[in-house]
């Protein structure tokens, strides 16, 4: 009988996990721009993936170097509005970014990637930031979670806005030092990739 209650109480949180998200291939984007000195018209796209579970940003000219050392080189930014469309009776917040790129830092110099989103017309900002220290010359895939995650409406669609920033600060170095953050060396792109927690409501 305790066997029989088990399967029976596995069986209905199955059922009720699996409506906890969209079905497959119900979640995509309607809507996708972008602004900024980090973000230049053509050179950024967006994916949803088929499960609905992800979000993939891919730019091809987000790059933050010491180059020149002019501070408007040293940080780049980029806002991304992303319309989303997805069956009724659902709510997400982000729970992850994913960040894939590349970096070449002198040591003594510092990297950052700071990541954050809100949902247009509602309260709260979450945000996620991840640092590099020099020496580093490689390509990166790193993971960190949203603090203060941030949910979207009930049956009320708007807007995703994800606000993102990649610095490099070199120091006071003499001589000067150097710093780089960029695109992978793979594919060319700098990526990130947001991970929806989904819920019924």
């Given at each position: 009988m ?8 596995m069986?209905?949180?199955a059922?009720h996990g699996?409506?906890?998200a969209?079905p497959?291939?119900t979640v995509?984007?309607?809507g996708f ?11 950024a ?19 933050a170097t010491t ?5 408007t080189?040293m940080r ?5 509005t992303?319309k989303?469309?997805?069956?009724p009776?659902?709510?997400f917040t982000?729970?992850t970014?994913?960040m894939?790129?590349y ?5 003594g110099?510092k ?5 954050s989103y809100?949902?247009s017309?509602?309260?709260?900002t ?6 590099f220290d ?11 979670e949203f603090i203060?995650?941030?949910e ?9 806005q ?6 490099v600060n ?7 030092r ?19 927690n989904?819920?019924?409501?």
């Amino acid at each position: 009988m305790a066997a029989l209650l088990l399967l029976v109480t596995m069986l209905q949180l199955a059922v009720h996990g699996q409506a906890e998200a969209p079905p497959a291939n119900t979640v995509s984007i309607e809507g996708f721009s972008y602004n900024g000195d980090g973000c230049p018209s053509g050179s950024a796209e967006g994916s949803i993936s088929s499960d609905g579970q992800a979000l993939t940003v891919m730019f091809s000219k987000y790059t933050a170097t010491t180059d020149g050392g002019l501070q408007t080189n040293m940080r780049k930014s980029c806002v991304v509005t992303v319309k989303l469309n997805y069956p009724p009776g659902f709510v997400f917040t982000l729970g992850t970014v994913t960040m894939r790129g590349y970096g070449k830092l002198d040591a003594g110099v510092k990297g950052t990637i700071k990541t954050s989103y809100y949902i247009s017309g509602l309260p709260g900002t979450a945000s996620a930031t991840h640092n590099f220290d020099g020496p580093f010359d490689d390509n990166f895939e790193v993971a960190n979670e949203f603090i203060a995650a941030v949910e979207s409406a009930c049956n009320v669609v708007r807007n995703l806005q994800l606000k993102s920033e990649v610095r490099v600060n070199p120091g006071d170095f003499q001589p000067p030092r150097n710093g780089l953050l960029t695109q992978d060396s793979q594919d060319l792109k700098l990526t990130q990739k947001f991970y929806f927690n989904w819920r019924s409501c």
